[in-house]
Nanobody
Framework: VQLQASGGGLVQAGGSLRLSCAAS????????MAWFRQAPGKEREFVVA???????YYADSVKGRFTISRDNAKNTVYLQMNSLKPEDTAVYYC???????????????????WGQGTQVTVSS
């Protein structure tokens, strides 16, 4: 599976961005998808995930502001980010793994495939 993230950019605090992650392959619907982010000098952190079957999961820091969705017909997962804050500034990475019914979605090491990252910068 190859992942291509796009949609990052520079936005003022309070603004919105939508990230996209396009995946190759014909089994996209069977993958759990997630977004992680990494700010300078910090470890990569979980942002949001959507399971292959159902279920979405959000980090507390983005709950109510970010929304993940997927279009299996287009092999694409989206991250709608609203009410952006300067602390949301980071490189955002999309990731994928074969869908799991159980187990956490929040650990980066459980994902097998990663996109190249897209920079999101929120100015104050």
């Amino acid at each position: 599976v190859q992942l291509q993230a796009s949609g990052g950019g520079l936005v003022q605090a309070g603004g919105s961005l939508r990230l996209s992650c396009a995946a190759s392959g014909r089994t996209f619907s069977s993958y759990d998808m997630a977004w992680f982010r990494q700010a300078p000098g910090k470890e990569r952190e979980f942002v949001v995930a959507i399971r292959s079957m159902s279920g979405t999961y959000y980090a507390d820091s983005v709950k109510g502001r970010f929304t993940i969705s997927r279009d299996n017909a287009k092999n694409t997962v989206y991250l709608q980010m609203n009410s952006l804050k300067p602390e949301d500034t980071a490189v955002y990475y999309c990731s994928a793994r074969i869908g799991k019914i159980l187990g956490t979605v929040r650990f980066a090491y459980t994902y097998d495939y990663w996109g190249q990252g897209t920079q999101v910068t929120v100015s104050s």
